[in-house]
């Protein structure tokens, strides 16, 4: 049996965080360790820089790096996700009603960010 159809079998057994982790896997297969080295300890640190800014504890989980992770693949800098951080803070970090969507699944989501970057420009 060849592994593209023992993938096939197995994919629908998978629940959607495992499809999620196997999605990532597959995208860093192009990737060299140090690339993916580099990749990591950017989104840890632009993390590290949403906990200092916000007073906020969101741990180094693959849900959380993966979405930093793809902007920084897609061409962000750490300087663009630092201001996109700043800003959001700013405009929503006195509004107790904003302040939950200081998380990396609003900031980092894909059609979002991008719209944030537009903003800075």
């Known amino acids: 049996m060849s592994n593209i ?6 994919w ?10 196997i999605r990532a896997l597959i995208e860093r297969t192009g990737e ?5 080295r580099k ?18 504890n969101f741990r180094a989980v693959p849900a959380n790096i993966n ?4 902007r920084l693949k897609e061409g962000a800098s750490v300087s ?7 800003r959001r ?4 970090g006195s509004k107790p009603d904003m302040q939950e969507y200081l998380r ?3 900031l980092f989501n894909q059609s979002k960010f991008e719209q944030y970057i537009g903003e800075l420009k």
Do not use: H
């Open 12 to 21: 629908g057994k998978c629940s959607r965080a495992e499809r999620a982790e």
């Open 67 to 70: 979405l930093i992770r793809a």
């Open 80 to 86: 663009d996700c630092k201001a996109v951080i700043i």
């Open 104 to 106: 990396p699944a609003t």
């Open 39 to 56: 990749l990591d300890d950017d989104a840890k640190r632009i993390l590290d820089f949403l906990n200092q800014e916000t007073g906020k």
């Open 32 to 36: 060299t360790s140090e690339q993916r």
């Open 5 to 10: 159809v023992l993938f096939k079998m197995l």
């Open 89 to 92: 803070v700013k405009a929503w």
